[in-house]
């Protein structure tokens, strides 16, 4: 019985394996196709023959770096995949991180006059709490390394 169950584990572990390893390959995969496209954009709005202005206007920057942001969550996605990929473990301060650059995207396009000011409230605390609970998990790892 004992001999069964432990087979049964070690096939659940081996599949959760290939679909870590299975995610993680395709999320390398879409980052890779966001980069290119990222590429594609800047290299149409900058030598884009309509336009008046030489370099770029301030909603194509913020496109941009919209895009930019994304392509960063991709990256600590891909890294949090892998971290699990390797130690069987999701690291919390990767997921804070993840979840601070997203906000920190819509903070930064973030258009003020169309939002309700408690609305902004609501993204200021969420903002603190995240900062709070990533300086705590900073804090909790320097306590174990001494």
């Known amino acids: 019985m004992d001999k069964n169950i432990d087979k049964a584990i070690s096939l659940i572990h081996a599949s959760k394996k290939w679909m870590s390893f299975i ?7 879409i980052v890779a196709i966001a980069i290119v496209e990222l590429g594609i954009l800047l290299f149409l709005d900058i030598f884009d023959p ?5 370099f770029l206007e301030i909603d194509e ?5 919209g895009f ?10 891909v ?10 473990v999701i690291h919390a301060e990767v997921v804070l991180l993840v979840a601070v650059i997203a906000v920190s995207r819509k903070v930064i396009l973030l258009d003020l006059e169309k ?32």
Do not use: H, Q, W
């Open 68 to 77: 930019f942001f994304i392509i960063l969550i991709g990256f600590e996605l």
């Open 23 to 29: 995610v993680l390959v395709l999320m390398t995969i």
């Open 115 to 146: 939002y309700d000011p408690l609305a902004i409230i609501g993204l200021g605390v969420i903002i603190v709490a995240l900062g709070g609970c990533y300086y705590l998990i900073k804090m909790s790892y320097r306590m174990k390394n001494v």
């Open 50 to 54: 309509t336009d008046d202005v030489i």
């Open 79 to 88: 890294e949090t995949v892998e971290m699990y990929f390797k130690d069987n």
């Open 61 to 65: 920057l913020f496109k941009i770096f």
